[in-house]
């Protein structure tokens, strides 16, 4: 299990990355990352 820090920067380094899918590895299998244009929902 990630500690809330690992969470923290992956997320960040992610988002930075403007890749929805890579977003979306730091949430559960069935989270739902929702846009203006699509909804993405978890692997």
């Known amino acids: 299990m990630k500690n809330p820090q690992h969470v923290f920067e992956s997320h960040i380094k992610a988002v930075d ?12 299998d069935d ?12 692997y």
């Open 17 to 28: 990355t403007l890749d929805p899918i890579e977003v979306l590895e730091d949430y559960a």
């Open 31 to 42: 989270a739902l990352f929702i846009t203006p244009d699509l909804t993405y929902k978890g």
